[in-house]
C-alpha cells in the first residue's frame, strides 16, 4: 500500500445492554430485563474502520464526533483500536443504538441522538489524506458526512479505488467509483424491483440499475447467507457464493464485507477477486460469532470497569464538579464553540504543581476563551515515569487544577498520550511550556501532538516557561534533604 486506507462516514456508539428474563412486567405484558453486563463500540464507518485495523492497515477515519459524552467515548475507543481520527464537528448529539439481549437475542433495539446535523468543513490535511489513500471506503450510515461538498470533491479527484457502502437516506455515491456494495433491502429501495421477479433477477436488474445511475465501476450485492452478486461492465453478473453455510448475529456483517473489499483494492485486488475475499471474510465473520467476537476484548469493556483508554467521566472519589470530566468538558465546549470562542487545551501529569505549571496554564488561558486541561491519570502517570508516580492521586492533581481561576475544566485520560482525548476535544490551539521548543528541528518534533492538531487545522504553540521548576527535581531534592 503507497499510503492509509482511509475510512469515510458516519460514526455511531453501539451499545449492548445483556442481561436474563425471568418475568413479565407487573403493569404490562412485556419481559423484564435484569442487567448483567453491558458493551460499547463504535459503529457504522467506525467499525468498518475498526475492522480494517484489526488486519493490520494502516487506518484513518473521517468522520464527525460531537462534543458531548458519546463522542469522547468514540474517540477513546477508536484510538484503543488504532485508529487514526481526522474529526470533523457534529451539531447536536452523538447517534446511539442499544441493543438490549437475552441469551443471545436481541430482545428491542432504542436509537438516540435524534436528527442528524450538517457536519463542518475538513480541513485541508483531511482533504489531503484522500488523496494520499491506497484506497478509500465510504461507510454511510445517511446522517451527512457523505454529503459534504469538499469530501464529495475531494473523493471524486482522488486516485485511489473508491468502495461506496450506500444508505438509502444518504446520497448517490460519487460518480466513478470503484465498487458500490449495497445489501438487499437497500437495492430494493433505491431501484425499484419488478412484481414477481426472482430473488437474483431483482438483485441484478437494481445493481445494473446503480451501476448506470451511479457510473460505477461495479456493483455487488450483498445476499446475506447466500453470498453476493457482482454486476460490472459484461452483461452476466457474477455469483460468489459463500465457502459454507454460517448462522449466527449478522450486525457488522455488511461492515466486514465492505473493509474487506477495500483492503484486497488497495493490495491490487481485482474487483471480482476483492469481492471473492469479502464473501469470505464476512462469512467467517458471522460463523465465528459476529461483532461480540471479533473485537478486541479491551474495546467494548463491561461499563462497570474503566475502558483502556477511557477519558474519564469523573475521577474515582473526587465530589461532583461541573468542571471535572466528560459531562463538565462537552458542556463548556458547547457554550464556547456556540459564541464563536477559541478553545484552548493543555496536557501533562501536572504532580506536585509548581510555579512553572502556573505560569503555562497562566499563559495558555490568555490565548482564547477557555482552557481545558488534559490529565494524565494515575495509570498512565506510572507508565510513564515509574511506578513511584505519582506523588499526588489524580483525585487531588483534579481538585488543585480546578481550584485555579484559569482553568475552566479537567479531562483525565488513561493512555500515554492524549491523542484520543485530543480528537474529541478538538482545541484550536494546544499549548506546551516554552521548554519543549528547546533542541531544533520542526514543530512536529518539537511537538508530538502537532501532527494531531493538524487533522481539524488547530494550531500548536509553546508559551514562555519558568527555568529551574521541575516536578522530579523537586522530589530529588526532597528526598536529599530527607537522607542527611
Given at each position: 500500500?503507497?499510503?492509509?486506507?482511509?475510512?469515510?462516514?458516519?460514526?455511531?456508539?453501539?451499545?449492548?445492554v445483556?442481561?436474563?428474563?425471568?418475568?413479565?412486567?407487573?403493569?404490562?405484558?412485556?419481559?423484564?430485563?435484569?442487567?448483567?453486563?453491558?458493551?460499547?463500540?463504535?459503529?457504522?464507518?467506525?467499525?468498518a474502520?475498526?475492522?480494517?485495523?484489526a488486519?493490520?492497515?494502516?487506518?484513518?477515519?473521517?468522520?464527525?464526533?460531537?462534543?458531548?459524552?458519546?463522542?469522547?467515548?468514540?474517540?477513546?475507543?477508536?484510538a484503543?483500536?488504532?485508529?487514526?481520527?481526522?474529526?470533523?464537528?457534529?451539531?447536536?448529539?452523538?447517534?446511539?443504538?442499544?441493543?438490549?439481549?437475552?441469551?443471545?437475542r436481541?430482545?428491542?433495539?432504542?436509537d438516540?441522538?435524534?436528527?442528524?446535523?450538517?457536519?463542518?468543513?475538513?480541513?485541508?490535511?483531511?482533504?489531503?489524506?484522500i488523496?494520499?489513500?491506497?484506497?478509500?471506503?465510504?461507510?454511510?450510515?445517511?446522517r451527512?458526512?457523505?454529503?459534504q461538498?469538499a469530501?464529495?470533491?475531494?473523493?471524486?479527484?482522488?486516485?485511489?479505488?473508491?468502495?461506496?457502502?450506500p444508505?438509502?437516506?444518504?446520497?448517490?455515491?460519487?460518480?466513478?467509483?470503484?465498487?458500490?456494495?449495497?445489501?438487499?433491502?437497500?437495492?430494493?429501495e433505491?431501484?425499484?424491483?419488478?412484481?414477481g421477479?426472482?430473488?437474483?433477477?431483482?438483485?441484478?436488474?437494481?445493481?445494473?440499475?446503480?451501476?448506470?445511475?451511479?457510473?460505477?465501476?461495479a456493483?455487488?450485492?450483498?445476499?446475506?447467507g447466500?453470498?453476493?452478486?457482482?454486476?460490472?461492465?459484461?452483461?452476466?453478473?457474477?455469483?460468489?457464493?459463500?465457502?459454507?453455510?454460517?448462522?449466527?448475529?449478522?450486525c457488522?456483517?455488511?461492515?466486514?464485507f465492505?473493509?474487506?473489499?477495500?483492503?484486497?483494492?488497495?493490495?491490487?485486488?481485482?474487483?471480482?477477486?476483492?469481492?471473492?475475499a469479502?464473501?469470505?471474510?464476512?462469512?467467517?465473520?458471522?460463523?465465528?460469532?459476529?461483532?461480540?467476537?471479533?473485537?478486541?476484548?479491551?474495546?467494548a469493556?463491561?461499563?462497570?470497569?474503566p475502558?483502556?483508554?477511557?477519558?474519564?467521566?469523573?475521577?474515582?472519589?473526587?465530589?461532583?464538579?461541573?468542571?471535572?470530566?466528560?459531562?463538565?468538558?462537552a458542556n463548556?465546549?458547547?457554550?464556547?464553540?456556540?459564541a464563536?470562542g477559541?478553545?484552548?487545551?493543555?496536557?501533562?501529569?501536572?504532580?506536585?504543581?509548581?510555579?512553572?505549571?502556573?505560569?503555562?496554564?497562566?499563559?495558555?488561558?490568555?490565548?482564547?476563551?477557555?482552557?481545558?486541561?488534559?490529565?494524565?491519570?494515575?495509570?498512565?502517570?506510572?507508565?510513564l515515569?515509574?511506578?513511584?508516580?505519582?506523588?499526588?492521586?489524580?483525585?487531588?492533581?483534579?481538585?488543585?487544577l480546578?481550584?485555579?481561576?484559569c482553568?475552566?475544566?479537567?479531562?483525565?485520560?488513561?493512555?500515554?498520550?492524549?491523542?484520543?482525548?485530543?480528537?474529541?476535544?478538538?482545541?484550536?490551539?494546544w499549548?506546551?511550556?516554552?521548554?519543549?521548543?528547546?533542541?531544533?528541528?520542526?514543530?512536529?518534533?518539537?511537538l508530538?501532538?502537532?501532527?494531531?492538531?493538524?487533522?481539524?487545522?488547530?494550531?500548536?504553540?509553546?508559551?514562555?516557561?519558568?527555568?529551574?521548576?521541575?516536578?522530579?527535581?523537586?522530589?530529588?531534592?526532597?528526598?536529599?534533604?530527607?537522607?542527611?
Amino acid at each position: 500500500m503507497r499510503g492509509p486506507v482511509v475510512v469515510l462516514g458516519d460514526t455511531l456508539l453501539d451499545r449492548d445492554v445483556e442481561g436474563v428474563v425471568n418475568r413479565l412486567c407487573p403493569d404490562s405484558p412485556v419481559p423484564v430485563l435484569d442487567e448483567t453486563s453491558a458493551v460499547d463500540r463504535p459503529g457504522g464507518a467506525g467499525l468498518a474502520a475498526v475492522f480494517a485495523a484489526a488486519q493490520g492497515a494502516e487506518v484513518v477515519l473521517v468522520t464527525a464526533l460531537a462534543d458531548d459524552a458519546g463522542g469522547a467515548r468514540l474517540s477513546a475507543l477508536l484510538a484503543a483500536a488504532g485508529v487514526q481520527v481526522y474529526p470533523l464537528a457534529l451539531p447536536g448529539a452523538t447517534p446511539e443504538k442499544i441493543r438490549l439481549r437475552a441469551r443471545g437475542r436481541v430482545l428491542l433495539r432504542h436509537d438516540r441522538g435524534g436528527a442528524s446535523g450538517d457536519p463542518g468543513e475538513p480541513s485541508e490535511e483531511v482533504l489531503r489524506v484522500i488523496g494520499s489513500a491506497s484506497a478509500v471506503l465510504v461507510s454511510d450510515y445517511g446522517r451527512g458526512v457523505a454529503r459534504q461538498p469538499a469530501l464529495r470533491d475531494a473523493l471524486a479527484a482522488t486516485r485511489a479505488p473508491v468502495v461506496w457502502d450506500p444508505h438509502p437516506r444518504g446520497p448517490e455515491a460519487v460518480p466513478g467509483v470503484h465498487l458500490a456494495t449495497p445489501n438487499e433491502s437497500e437495492v430494493r429501495e433505491l431501484v425499484p424491483a419488478v412484481p414477481g421477479a426472482s430473488r437474483l433477477a431483482t438483485a441484478s436488474r437494481g445493481a445494473q440499475g446503480l451501476r448506470r445511475r451511479w457510473r460505477a465501476g461495479a456493483v455487488a450485492v450483498t445476499l446475506g447467507g447466500d453470498g453476493a452478486l457482482l454486476c460490472h461492465a459484461g452483461s452476466t453478473p457474477l455469483v460468489v457464493p459463500t465457502p459454507g453455510s454460517a448462522e449466527g448475529d449478522t450486525c457488522g456483517a455488511g461492515d466486514r464485507f465492505a473493509a474487506a473489499a477495500s483492503l484486497a483494492l488497495a493490495e491490487g485486488a481485482l474487483v471480482s477477486e476483492a469481492v471473492q475475499a469479502a464473501v469470505a471474510e464476512a462469512s467467517r465473520f458471522v460463523a465465528g460469532g459476529g461483532v461480540a467476537a471479533a473485537l478486541p476484548t479491551d474495546l467494548a469493556p463491561a461499563r462497570s470497569a474503566p475502558a483502556r483508554g477511557a477519558l474519564r467521566a469523573l475521577p474515582r472519589g473526587v465530589v461532583a464538579s461541573d468542571r471535572v470530566g466528560v459531562a463538565a468538558v462537552a458542556n463548556l465546549l458547547q457554550e464556547v464553540r456556540a459564541a464563536g470562542g477559541t478553545v484552548v487545551a493543555t496536557g501533562g501529569c501536572f504532580d506536585l504543581l509548581h510555579a512553572g505549571h502556573v505560569a503555562t496554564l497562566q499563559a495558555a488561558r490568555q490565548l482564547g476563551d477557555c482552557l481545558i486541561v488534559c490529565l494524565n491519570s494515575d495509570a498512565s502517570v506510572a507508565g510513564l515515569k515509574g511506578p513511584d508516580r505519582p506523588v499526588m492521586s489524580e483525585d487531588d492533581r483534579s481538585r488543585v487544577l480546578t481550584a485555579l481561576s484559569c482553568v475552566d475544566a479537567v479531562l483525565v485520560f488513561d493512555e500515554p498520550t492524549p491523542d484520543a482525548a485530543l480528537s474529541w476535544v478538538r482545541p484550536d490551539i494546544w499549548v506546551k511550556g516554552g521548554d519543549y521548543a528547546t533542541g531544533g528541528g520542526d514543530d512536529a518534533t518539537i511537538l508530538p501532538e502537532a501532527e494531531v492538531l493538524r487533522r481539524w487545522g488547530g494550531n500548536t504553540v509553546v508559551v514562555p516557561y519558568l527555568d529551574g521548576r521541575s516536578t522530579t527535581d523537586m522530589i530529588v531534592r526532597t528526598l536529599a534533604e530527607r537522607t542527611r
